[in-house]
Every structure is written in structure tokens, then in C-alpha cells.
């Protein structure tokens, strides 16, 4: 299968700039996996897709301020995206720069963070930041929201709460689980007044989320590393769905990543780790039934993942419908709500 089947053109004038005026104002694109139907709705409509016996998994990272501009001790600016912190002092990072930083040259973050650049690993840069008790805690002091690429302007006071989920507790993510980004509490509130059940699970999306496939053939495609969690509450949740014949619905692709890489023996099971599960078409899906998402970018890993569950016809059919009705796309865009055809289990 090559990266081209996974191609579909989007008028720039889609892409969402801003988020829209109140979370739940945004459309819902409901798909049939199965029979590749199509349905406009309002995300506030959401409940009434849901039964009492349905099991919502959410995913609880936080998104950290993890953009620092800034200059290099030779007086070049340097531009730095923390990827991950590694413990207190140390963090994994990705630099630009017109020339990229040795070992042992000094950085200079936001007048104020003094970094040494450690080494490097692959893509990243490990640093050690100087003179602080906690890099999350300098990161929360004089960081900056890190908004996606397509997202073509400065960051505002909105977004600080705005690209952030509500339920948001797990500092770690450098990117945030967009599908959460619609619920406010008023939703949640209604969905536990009518009694369905809601579990989390954490996984902290990096920046490799936004990393393009640059191999036609997709399975020579190299995933990046994410962390995650799935407790053994959780997993019992899943259980108890799956026997009361209610559905296990995820909400957005990295609750579906941390599901499934829980599931990967063929049941799940409680897992902390690493994964670099790689979703796409003839992919067996072993626990999620149905799932709420954004749109998502041409040829992308999640483009493929939602394909995987939905059939790759009925996704490109769906988002050739979202076009032609002016969806709003990608991280402050608009949603949709697909539930699983049922050869990809």
C-alpha cells in the first residue's frame, strides 16, 4: 500500500486558524464504517449517539509550554521544541538553527533559561537545562503553547486554555489530543447523567504527530515513540463494556494507540511503557468499536489509522464530503464520530 492512496487536496481556507467561539459549537461528521453513510451533525449531538452500556476512554496528558526561543552563546537565534523531559534538569528536544549546536554549547531560552546542548539522538538534542529545580516548572514559567505547523500565526492568550482539553491532569504532551478539545463540562456532565461510564488513559503526544510519511511504500514507514499508560482499572472498564454488549468508544486516535498497544496480545492488559504502534489498513482492532476524532492531514499516519477502522473508501469519501460542506479542519477544526467496520476486527 503506498502513501498516495492516502492523498486528498484541501483548500487552504479550511485549515482552522482559531478555535471555534465555545467548544461544543464545532460540526460532527458522522461514518458508518460498515456502510460508509454519511451524517451532518453538531458536536453537541454527540449523546444521542451513545447507549448506557457505551464506555468513553479519554486521554488525560496536559499539554506543556514547550516552545523557548532564543539564542545560541555564538549569537545565532535557535528555536527549541522539548520532546520529552528526561528528569528534572535533562530534556530531549528538537533545535532549529542555521547551524545545529554541538555538544557543550551554551543556549540562552527566553532571557532567562541557561541550557548546555548534552549530545544528540537521531533527530533530537538532549539538553540540560542550568540552574533550575524542575524543567517542567521553567517550561511552565517561560514557555510557549507549542501550535501545530499549519496553525500560521502567533500564539494568543486563548489558546493557553483553548488547546488544552478540559480534563487535562498528565503533563507531558507536546501536542494536544485534539478530539478531547470539543468537550466542555456541560457535556460531560450530561453524558454522566445518563449514566455512561468514562475511563482515561494517558499517552503524551509528541511532535512526531505531525512527522510526514517520506516512504511511498507505508511499511517502511518508521513510527516515532510515545509514553503511555493504561491501568488495570481501566482494562476492567473495557471488560465490562465489551460483556454488557456496550461499545468501547475512543476518544480521538491517541486513546485508539493506547488501547490497542495495551491490546497487542490479543486481550487487554495493564501496560506503561513506550509504544510506536503503526495503524493502517488490514489492521485487526481488538478493542475500540468506535471512536470521536478530527480531520486529519493528507497522507499522514492517522489518515491511515483512521482508515484502517473505517475502510480507506468510506474515509476519503467522507472527508471529500467534509470538503464540498466547508468542514473546518485539523486541530481546532471540526470532528467526526465513526464507528468500526466490521472486517477490521
Known amino acids: 500500500m503506498k502513501t498516495s492512496d492516502f492523498k486528498f487536496d484541501l483548500p487552504d481556507e479550511l485549515i482552522a486558524q482559531y478555535p471555534c467561539s465555545e467548544r461544543g459549537a464545532s460540526r460532527l461528521l458522522c461514518l458508518d464504517g460498515d456502510s460508509g453513510s454519511l451524517s451532518d451533525r453538531m458536536f453537541a449531538d454527540l449523546p444521542s449517539l451513545l447507549t448506557k452500556d457505551d464506555l468513553l476512554v479519554f486521554n488525560n496528558t496536559r499539554v506543556i509550554p514547550a516552545r523557548l526561543l532564543g539564542h545560541k552563546d555564538s549569537g545565532g537565534k535557535v528555536e527549541v521544541l522539548i520532546e520529552r523531559i528526561i528528569d528534572d534538569q535533562r530534556a530531549l528536544a528538537h533545535v532549529r538553527s542555521s547551524k545545529s549546536p554541538a555538544p557543550g554549547r551554551r543556549l540562552k531560552l527566553e532571557q532567562a533559561l541557561d541550557v548546555e546542548v548534552l549530545g544528540r539522538q537521531d533527530a533530537l538534542f538532549e539538553l540540560q537545562f542550568l540552574n533550575v529545580s524542575s524543567v517542567l516548572a521553567a517550561l511552565e514559567q517561560h514557555g510557549r503553547m507549542p501550535l501545530p505547523p499549519y496553525i500560521e500565526r502567533e500564539v494568543d492568550a486563548a489558546d ?39 475511563a482515561e ?3 503524551h503526544v509528541g511532535a512526531g504527530t505531525f512527522q510526514p510519511v517520506r516512504v511511498e511504500n507505508i511499511t517502511e514507514h518508521q513510527m516515532h515513540s510515545e509514553w503511555l499508560e493504561v491501568t488495570e482499572t481501566v482494562c476492567q472498564q473495557v471488560r465490562a463494556a465489551r460483556a454488557s454488549g456496550g461499545r468501547v468508544i475512543a476518544v480521538g486516535t491517541t486513546s485508539v494507540r493506547a488501547l490497542e498497544s495495551a491490546s497487542l496480545s490479543g486481550q487487554i492488559e495493564p501496560y506503561q511503557g513506550e509504544t510506536d504502534i503503526f495503524i493502517y489498513p488490514g489492521y485487526r482492532f481488538r478493542s475500540v468499536d468506535a471512536m470521536v476524532t478530527n480531520f486529519h492531514l493528507s497522507e499522514s499516519t492517522l489518515l491511515m489509522l483512521v482508515s484502517a477502522f ?3 473508501d468510506h474515509i ?11 468542514y473546518r479542519f485539523f486541530s481546532y477544526g471540526d470532528a467526526m464520530f465513526i464507528t468500526r467496520n466490521s472486517s477490521a476486527c
Open 160 to 198: 493557553l486554555h483553548r488547546y488544552q482539553t478540559v480534563y487535562a491532569r498528565e503533563a507531558g504532551a507536546v501536542a494536544a489530543p485534539t478530539a478531547g478539545l470539543h468537550f466542555d463540562e456541560k457535556l460531560l456532565a450530561q453524558i454522566d447523567a445518563m449514566g455512561i461510564e468514562r
Open 201 to 203: 488513559v494517558t499517552l
Open 310 to 312: 473505517a475502510g480507506r
Open 316 to 326: 476519503l469519501g467522507a472527508y471529500q464530503h467534509a470538503v464540498a460542506e466547508r
